[in-house]
């Protein structure tokens, strides 16, 4: 198994397509079907199926594919940490944010990062804590913002902030709420909140539970966007963190109030996996992304009723 091999493997598992994946490495077909024959060998296992509409992953190719991620990310990194000994912080940075946290904050950090570090390719996408920390761990991202998930987890966790939970509402409410609201009142509330494959709303179940009720939604949106949008227009109310709500809060179209017996948090993170190098590049991305999530948690701790 060599270096080149390993490239030719990585190109052919995303192509699918031979006669593609051998144009894209600019060599002929036979030179491509030989080196992964020959790294077939050297692994000892098949690591595609072959039909004739192209190739796929063998479970042991989905194997390699994740641990050769890895091995190619590294290099990559390492390259990159050999040019900041010259004063450039430099590379490729894929990294993939929960919701909540990219809708308040994408933009601005995204913005600062292009601005500081013109070196660096970032690369950004959004999704549910499971799918992050899936991607993380096969490869696919180098970093997560995540919701901490519960129990022990195999990769490694970086606290950015605790963040309070608030209960939010619009002009129209006209339900009579003290500022501090105890949490059981939701049984008594029209609500709509993430659904269950959302991280938040898994929080928010177990809170219900340690009261000893259960929360009954009226409306389940994924998009918080939307949910913020819905309240700010009906008579329904939510529970979001502060980032999630703090553009509309700024802007008066809600307003939210602290929840209490018990207080909700939530815990955001960034999680790397334990056998990557975390780069310069990957240290000066997070370092502003957790600076902006900070300042916007707080800002949106400001606007709550008092």
């Known amino acids: 198994m060599d270096f080149k091999q390993l490239q030719y493997f990585l190109c052919l598992a995303q192509e699918g397509n031979v006669t593609r994946a051998a ?14 024959a020959k790294l077939e060998k050297s692994v000892g296992k098949q690591l595609f199926y072959r039909s004739a509409h192209g190739v796929s992953l063998t479970p042991a190719g989905e194997t390699l594919a994740g641990l050769a991620n890895s091995i190619m990310q590294n ?6 940490e050999m040019a900041r000994l010259d004063g450039t912080i430099s590379g490729r940075v894929s990294i993939g944010m929960i919701t909540s946290a990219a809708q308040s904050t994408l933009a601005t950090s995204s913005a600062k990062i292009a601005v500081r570090y013109p070196e660096i390719q970032l690369l950004v996408c959004e999704g549910y804590t499971e799918m992050l920390v899936d991607w993380v761990a096969t490869g696919q991202l180098d970093i997560a913002i995540v919701n901490l998930p519960p129990g022990k987890s195999t990769l490694t966790a970086r606290h950015i902030l605790d963040e309070e939970m ?3 509402r619009g ?9 501090v609201v105890p949490y059981r009142r939701l ?10 494959r959302h991280g938040l709303r898994r929080i928010l179940d177990a809170a219900a539970a340690e009261a000893d009720f259960a929360l009954k939604p009226r409306l389940e949106i994924d998009t918080l966007s939307a949910i913020c949008d819905v309240i700010a227009t ?21 307003e939210a109030h602290r929840l209490r017996k018990p207080g909700i948090v939530r815990t955001i993170a960034w999680v790397t996996h334990p056998r990557r190098v975390v780069s310069a590049a990957m ?7 957790a600076e902006d999530l900070h300042t916007a948690a707080t800002s949106a701790s400001r606007l709550v009723n008092r």
């Not at 144009?23 to 992964?36: D, E, F, G, H, K």
């Not at 002009?171 to 500022?179: D, G, Y």
């Not at 709500?245 to 802007?251: G, K, V």
């Open 23 to 36: 144009r894209l490495l600019n060599i002929v077909q036979p030179a491509l079907s030989m080196q992964i």
């Open 75 to 80: 290099v990559d990194h390492a390259r990159d």
């Open 166 to 168: 608030m209960l939010a």
């Open 171 to 179: 002009p129209r409410n006209k339900v009579e709420l003290p500022n």
């Open 187 to 196: 049984k008594d509330l029209s609500i709509v909140m993430p659904s269950r």
């Open 234 to 254: 009906t008579d329904l109310v939510t529970v979001l963190p502060g980032i999630a709500l703090y553009p509309d809060l700024a802007a008066g179209k809600i």
């Open 283 to 289: 240290t000066a991305v997070m370092d502003i992304i």
